[in-house]
């Protein structure tokens, strides 16, 4: 099985909200990853769990807030968004996070700011 | 050297033509290059991988050609049908917990 599940498949959120984006792999992977894809645009690294520990941000402003509960999990915590995050978010997964790993990514999350 | 650059932006194909992607980067560190394709409303998924000890590998219609001196390496995809149509990115990495470096991405339409 290389599937990565990731729900809900589309959000609507106000300005004010707060949300939760959720993803899923049963792999035995042990890094994660979040991405933001725009339109026509490739995907944009946000964060890297390896190991259930954050290992990369790329400096991404503090309303996205990861989440790694455990090994099979990656949760994205979403406060205050503006407009311009309106994007796919994308999860994957890999091996360990290591060179030359297939990073298997889920369908993504289409998000929409209001 | 960041960077890893992707040409041409979109490409239209015959069925049962050539269609062939191009990618170019600069940082000699650069050690792993898969290829991915995106169906519109999908997540990409890894067509296929080269390393730069090899300078083809083939899986099906699908081939990487890789010239390390030129810095370059391209996707060609043989007898192109309408299902081939999509968004190919090409992207590189290099050792340690490293992300991807993704092109810009090509949107390829086959045409019957």
């Known amino acids: 099985d290389t599937e990565v599940t990731q729900t809900p498949k589309h959000l609507v959120m106000g300005m004010t909200n707060k949300k939760s984006l959720k993803c899923e792999q049963h792999?035995?992977?042990?890094?994660m990853y979040w991405y933001k894809q725009k339109a026509k645009k490739p995907p944009e690294l946000m964060f890297v769990y390896s190991y259930e520990k954050l290992s990369i941000n790329e400096s991404v402003p503090s309303r996205f807030s990861p989440e790694c509960p455990n090994s099979s999990l990656l949760n994205l915590h979403l406060h205050a968004l503006q407009p311009e995050d309106s994007a796919l978010y994308l999860c994957a997964s890999s091996q360990e996070g290591g060179l030359g790993e297939t990073q298997y990514f889920g369908p993504g999350t289409r998000l929409l700011v209001l | 050297q960041q960077q890893v650059k992707q040409s041409p932006q979109s490409l239209i194909v015959q069925k049962g033509g050539i269609s062939i992607i191009n990618c170019a980067y600069e940082n000699t560190a650069f050690d792993y290059f898969p290829w991915y394709q995106q169906f519109p409303g999908k997540g990409p998924a890894l067509l296929i991988a080269?390393?730069?000890?090899?300078s083809e590998k083939k899986e099906g219609r699908f081939t990487i050609s890789f010239n390390k001196s030129a810095k370059q390496f391209s996707l060609h995809i043989m007898d192109s049908q309408p299902g081939d149509s999509a968004t190919y990115f090409c992207?590189?990495?290099?050792?340690?917990?490293?992300?991807?470096?993704f092109g810009k991405g090509t949107r390829l339409s086959v045409i019957a």
């Open positions: 792999m035995g992977h042990r890094a």
């Open positions: 080269i390393r730069p000890d090899v």
């Open positions: 992207a590189a990495s290099f050792s340690g917990n490293t992300p991807l470096v």
